[in-house]
């Protein structure tokens, strides 16, 4: 059985920095993509980041140049460097992964989510 376990939540003054982790579990033969989505009360979930297992990324318009994610595939752990906090950077986060899983002598493409992990910004 395949877990994503987020870490890092907190409750931290704007201006300051956290970091986010999510560690990947269970039969997995590759990652393909891991990434970061965060809901806001009201709001529609939304893309933050993602990182395939080449390194590429992509970041969501409103945390360019303040967010880094990064990829440890010995690990199977993806990170979000999360800089310059705002107090509507305020949401849970989520990991997600596209992953390759071990499955009957083969393997399958799933999507997995984590548990979501609680970011306050206080102002």
């Known amino acids: 059985q395949v877990q994503l376990v987020e870490s890092g939540g907190d409750l931290v003054q704007a201006g300051g920095s956290l970091r986010l982790s999510c560690a990947a579990s269970?039969?997995?033969?590759?990652?393909?993509?891991m990434g970061w989505y965060r809901q806001a009360p009201g709001k529609q979930r939304e893309l933050v980041a993602d990182?395939?297992?080449?390194?590429?990324?992509n970041y969501g318009d409103s945390v360019k140049g303040r967010y880094t994610i990064s990829l440890d595939n010995a690990k199977n752990t993806v990170y979000l460097q999360m800089n310059s906090l705002k107090p509507e950077d305020t949401a849970v986060y989520y990991c997600?992964?596209?992953?390759?899983?071990?499955?009957?002598?083969?393997?399958?493409?799933?999507?997995?989510w984590g548990q979501g992990t609680q970011v306050t910004v206080s102002s």
């Open positions: 997600n992964g596209d992953l390759d899983v071990s499955y009957s002598g083969s393997w399958l493409g799933l999507d997995y």
């Open positions: 269970g039969s997995i033969f590759r990652i393909n993509v």
């Open positions: 990182i395939t297992n080449g390194g590429s990324t």
